[in-house]
């Protein structure tokens, strides 16, 4: 093989091995933020629920609005296997990125990531790992999950169809952070999130068998938001479901 070849063959690569690790470490930021600041929250306002969701869908808003800026421009900034399926679905009409074989990558670099985040919340904060005991799968909650997917999976490929992509990352946190308070679930919205969670027992847990009920209401909610976003916004874009950059080109 040629020196030419070995360094392309080294580039191809190289990509996904980023790609991967910008989504393990971005979930799993993103989940160290939740959990950490929702026992932060607990900690710091006992007895008070209200003041508790509000530090801590501040803080996630904010903490995921920075990731997507710093993450974004390597993976994409999925950091939520409902997203990179909607990407990939995309992709099958010309109009998203992530390949069925990136799709795979981006799912297990998401779901262990998470897991890792809430572990390392948990040694931060000297509060041992534990299965939560806080059921959440009522119908509301399950419904509200369906809303909150579907809303965030508008924002972001609505975006990317308009031509506005530069917006995603404050839309994507300004919203999360909005959904917390108007739905009863507090609003997940994502599977590998959602996962992470049932390992703290604190205030940002989810009991675990409430986390099947809530990941099926997510995928669904992902399909009402493609849909949605599909018809509100018919034109092609010419960006997929990412932050704008030369790096982040389909997964082979």
């Known amino acids: 093989m040629t020196p030419g070849k070995d360094l392309a063959a080294e580039a191809r690569w190289r990509r996904p091995a980023r790609q991967a ?6 979930t799993g930021l993103l989940v160290t ?30 903490g995921l609005a920075v990731i997507i800026l710093v ?17 990939a679905l995309l992709a099958r009409g010309g109009d998203g990125r992530l390949s069925v074989k990136g799709l795979w990558l981006y799912v297990v670099a998401q779901m262990s990531g998470g ?13 041992p790992p534990a299965f939560s005991e806080t059921e ?27 031509r506005r992509p530069a917006l995603t990352a404050a839309a994507v946190g300004a919203y999360i952070a909005a959904a917390y308070w108007f739905t009863s679930s507090t609003s997940f919205a994502n599977p590998a999130v ?16 409430s986390v ?27 960006t997929a479901v990412t932050v704008p ?3 982040s080109q389909e997964l082979a």
């Open 136 to 162: 959440r799968a009522s119908l509301g909650a399950v419904i509200a999950e369906v809303v909150a997917t579907a809303g965030l999976v508008l924002v972001i490929v609505g975006l990317a169809r308009a």
């Open 71 to 87: 993450l974004g421009p390597v993976s994409g900034g999925h950091f939520n296997p409902a997203v990179s399926v909607v990407d």
């Open 245 to 247: 950059t030369s790096d």
């Open 194 to 209: 959602t996962v992470a969670r049932m390992f703290t027992d604190s205030f940002a847990g989810i009991a675990p068998a």
């Open 212 to 238: 099947l009920p809530f990941v099926l209401a997510q995928l669904g909610g992902a399909a009402v938001g493609l849909a949605l976003a599909l018809f509100l916004f018919p034109t092609a874009a010419s």
């Open 21 to 26: 690790a910008a989504e393990f470490i971005g």
């Open 115 to 127: 897991v890792a985040g809430a572990l390392l919340a948990s040694v931060m904060f000297d509060a």
């Open 33 to 62: 933020v939740v959990i950490g600041s929702g026992i932060a929250a607990q900690r710091l306002s006992p007895g008070d629920a209200g003041l508790q969701l509000l530090e801590n869908s501040m803080a996630t808003g904010l």
